[in-house]
């Protein structure tokens, strides 16, 4: 058990939908990263937030947003969702220029 | 921009033996580390081992060791005594040191390893 914690583990909807990933760090990690994980791209980085403020910004869509709430949980925001929004969604946390330690990870299925 | 390459899209590994899997990078920076996760049938990323460029010293924890060479770009991964848990893709990740703020892993595109009993 890595201590993040991922909600829900198995989240299965329509296309033109909107979902919310939620993601609590391990104690006392101020960072927080969103990665997703499919098939034809493989583990890419969406996003990290450090303290609630954005710190960095990878290959994310605009349909998709995240925040980072003042007790340190962060939500992703999927919209409009579309068949190859399908993918593993991880958070990971880590403390200042510490190691990344993942959640479960939530597996979204659009159909 | 950096990339990591992991030529080994799959490998297999007698029980007990001893396997390498490898990994090599591509970055202009001279500070940085390096990690092997392992995702095993569950799919939670577990991070193995890390290595920090600065560091000549290749790490080591318990079965699971590196072999670091800074100037070719090549970062193995060595498991000793292969155990059935050790079935899993493995992937090998890169960050930056010196870009303060962000934080993100460039990722593998894994190396599936099987164990034969």
């Known amino acids: 058990d890595s201590g993040v914690t991922q909600t829900p583990k198995h989240l299965i909807t329509a296309t033109g939908q909107r979902v919310t990933l939620r993601c609590s760090p391990r104690s006392g990690d101020l960072s927080v990263y969103w990665y997703q994980q499919s098939l034809d791209q493989g583990l890419q980085f969406l996003i990290q937030y450090y303290n609630g403020e954005e710190r960095a910004k990878g290959n994310i869509l605009e349909r998709f947003s995240a925040q980072q709430f003042p007790d340190l949980h962060s939500e992703l925001n999927l919209s409009s969702l579309e068949l190859g929004d399908s993918a593993l969604y991880f958070c990971?946390?880590?403390?200042?220029?510490?190691?990344?330690?993942f959640g479960p990870g939530t597996r979204l299925t659009v159909l | 921009a950096q990339t990591v390459t992991q030529s080994q899209p799959e490998m297999s590994v007698q029980e007990a033996e001893t396997v390498t899997l490898s990994c090599t990078y591509d970055?202009?920076?001279?500070?940085?580390?390096l990690f092997w996760y392992k995702q095993p049938p569950s799919r939670q990323m577990i991070l193995v081992i890390r290595?920090?460029?600065?560091?000549?010293q290749n790490a080591t924890e318990n079965r699971f060791s590196v072999n670091f060479q800074k100037a070719a770009k090549s970062f193995s991964l060595k498991i000793s005594d292969s155990q059935l848990g050790d079935a899993a893709m493995y992937f090998c990740a890169y960050r930056s040191r010196t870009n303060f703020g962000n934080e993100k892993l460039t990722f593998g595109t894994g190396t599936r390893l099987t164990i034969i009993p």
């Open positions: 990971a946390s880590s403390a200042l220029r510490g190691p990344q330690f």
């Open positions: 970055t202009s920076e001279s500070d940085y580390y």
């Open positions: 290595q920090e460029a600065y560091k000549q």
